[in-house]
């Protein structure tokens, strides 16, 4: 299928989207805090994307279409914020179709064509699902994983730095307010151990939740993506980081 956007178009989403953002900056230090994370994250994941695409051979308008998406694929997470005082979609509301019915209602999307918007609200409703549908166009599913996994490697990035933060201080926010508990969930191992992402259903700990971050490694789509993931060393990061026994070692996911 022939992609067709304009430099225009890339252009008034972005200062659509700066604008957007700018009208939840209002509030006590903590609130401007988690909204720069988003902000900040949605930056860099849309720098990932474009790292991806070009190692993938994407033409400039595909290359504008994945910035589009990755510019707005949490569009949902200010507006969750906003309600809820959370980034927990369990406690609130699933932030992709949050996001979906924020461009909606703005009329982000009318001016493109059906099926580039249509890529882009799948890509945005796909990015957080535990499995991708097999029952979808090729094309869709392309723009679909590539989101997927420039926004792991970005978390990735974030999670990382925060592990090995130097101040000690911990952010209830990142960690999901999970207990710092000795060992790790059954679950969890098994699902290692079986080469597939792990099922947040098993995480109950912090261990947990490392070895399910270090377990998107069985969730990545695309070489460009795994070999990113090798050369910044993430799965190393998040190992020096668990408890150092044979039992992590065992279902501890190595590179593949
Ligand atoms: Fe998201």
Not at 67 to 85: K, V
Request: proline residues 4%; contains cysteine; aromatic residues 10%.
């Amino acid at each position: 299928m022939h992609i067709n956007i304009k430099e225009d178009d890339l252009a008034s989403i972005k200062s659509w989207f700066s604008a957007f953002v700018n009208t939840f900056k209002k509030g006590g230090p903590d609130i401007l805090e988690n909204i720069k994370l988003k902000e900040d994250h949605t930056q860099r994941v849309c720098k990932e994307i474009l790292i991806i695409g070009k190692q993938l051979g994407l033409n400039k308008d595909e290359m504008y279409l994945a910035e589009i998406i990755a510019l707005l694929h949490d569009t949902g997470r200010f507006e969750q914020y906003a309600r809820y005082g959370t980034f927990n979609d369990k406690k609130s509301e699933n932030h992709a179709e949050l996001g979906i019915k924020v461009l909606q209602e703005n009329n982000v999307l009318d001016h493109f064509q059906d099926t580039v918007k249509s890529i882009i609200v799948k890509s945005i409703r796909y990015h957080n699902y535990a499995v991708l549908p097999d029952d979808e166009d090729e094309i869709t599913l392309f723009y679909s994983k590539m989101i997927r996994d420039a926004d792991k490697l970005d978390i990735l990035k974030l999670i990382t730095e925060y592990y090995h933060r130097n101040n000690g201080k911990r952010n209830p926010v990142l960690e999901l307010g999970l207990p710092d508990t000795p060992g790790f969930s059954y679950g969890v191992g098994e699902d290692l151990k079986n080469k597939r992402a792990v099922n947040f259903k098993n995480v109950h700990n912090l261990n947990d939740f490392k070895l399910m971050q270090a377990g998107w490694i069985f969730d990545i789509n695309y070489k460009p993506s795994y070999e990113l993931i090798r050369k910044r060393r993430y799965l190393e990061k998040i190992r020096e980081v668990l408890p150092d026994t044979p039992e992590i070692d065992e279902v501890f996911p190595s590179l593949l």
